[in-house]
């Protein structure tokens, strides 16, 4: 089964003047000659392997193959077996061989099973094939360390097998390899990662994993947030897509994140904390919106969520105090579900 490539490359080559394809006559119809009925009731006959028109008997061919299942069963329960050998075939594995075989470790000792073992794998496996299997194997631990969603590491599965293939990244480790296409497929799938969070998970250096990134970038010609056939002006890791992780850590109510989203709306409206970086505005935001609604969070419980230090949560807050009229809406206040009194004076010194 064909499937279509994924992370296509940004500047495809030329084509040449393309000659017209030929293929089969799907229209074509298979008709008995002696009925010449528009409809024909072809019968397929597996016992005898005989294809015969059903309305006058005539044989119009023979020796056909049966296409039904091939299952068979010897178990005591009635009916179909449907049970098969080996696991469904993988569509990231696609030119690779898929089925292994497995040497018995007993050999009384002896060790040549080991060595039988070693023989199979190097006969088996090219070293391109063996280190795609090893990243793969990575890619899916990492992610469940970081409780991804499967959809994630299939992404980055896809966009490290395109990487090698085209060997965009060699002479790189291994790890920031894996580190970059973990951090695109976040971003793929709006579920964004800070770069720090990447480096904390794979110990891998920011400065390594930004070239690995803006490689990948370049190539794929990757858009935040969407697939390369569909572009997005949205931002990638902005702090309205942070919000929904660090309020549920923080045990926050679903109306804080609300409010805390329109209130850096508005605050990127009207240029206030330009500059700063969306992590250190997803956490000055949540302390504004916290003290807002009464819901009274520490700069040092934000910090150890958001990943930032107190004083750079403190410097966004001032900022946005100093503007509160522009981000608070007249209606949280009509309602009763913001006080501005409630926001404290002392930290703006």
């Not at 068979?72 to 089925?99: K, W």
């Not at 009384?108 to 063996?130: F, M, T, V, Y």
């Not at 709006?190 to 920011?206: G, M, Y």
């Not at 803006?214 to 794929?220: C, I, N, P």
């Amino acid at each position: 089964m064909a499937y279509s490539q994924p992370f296509p490359l940004a500047a495809p080559q030329a084509k040449g003047t393309q000659l017209p394809s030929y293929g089969p006559d799907l229209a074509v119809r298979l008709i008995c000659p002696e009925c010449r009925d528009p409809n024909p009731n072809i019968v397929e006959q597996f016992g005898s392997g005989d294809l015969v028109c059903g309305n006058c008997g005539l044989v119009l061919g023979d020796r056909i193959v049966d296409t039904r299942s091939e299952w068979r069963t010897f178990a005591n329960d009635e009916g179909d077996d449907p049970s098969r050998v080996g696991a469904a075939s993988d569509p990231l594995m696609e030119g690779m061989e898929q089925l292994d075989t497995v040497i018995s470790f007993r050999d009384g000792g002896s060790g040549i099973a080991r060595e039988l073992q070693r023989a199979a794998s190097r006969s088996q496996n090219s070293r391109s094939e063996r280190n795609i299997m090893t990243a793969f194997r990575d890619i899916g631990s990492w992610c469940d360390q970081f409780s991804l969603p499967k959809t994630i590491s299939d992404i980055a599965k896809q966009l490290y097998k395109r990487s090698d293939e085209e060997k965009l990244l060699r002479g790189k480790p291994l790890e920031a390899v894996i580190a970059a296409c973990i951090f695109i497929a976040c971003r793929q799938a709006h579920v964004p990662r800070t770069f720090r969070e990447i480096c904390d998970l794979t110990h891998v250096s920011k400065k390594i994993l930004g070239q690995c990134y803006k490689a990948l970038e370049q190539a794929f010609n990757l858009t935040p947030g969407a697939s390369a056939a569909h572009a997005s002006n949205n931002p990638a890791t902005g702090p309205e897509n942070l919000l929904v992780r660090y309020c549920n850590h923080l045990d926050l109510p679903p109306n804080v994140q609300s409010i805390c989203s329109d209130i850096i709306v508005a605050a990127r409206k009207h240029g206030i904390a330009d500059g700063r970086s969306p992590v250190s505005i997803a956490g000055g935001a949540i302390y504004f919106t916290c003290y807002l609604l009464g819901k009274n969070k520490s700069p040092r419980d934000i910090s150890a969520v958001a990943g930032v230090s107190e004083g750079t949560i403190r410097l966004v807050y001032r900022l946005y105090y100093a503007e509160k009229e522009k981000l608070v809406k007249q209606e949280w206040i009509d309602d009763g579900r913001a006080v501005l009194d409630r926001l404290p004076v002392e930290s703006t010194r």
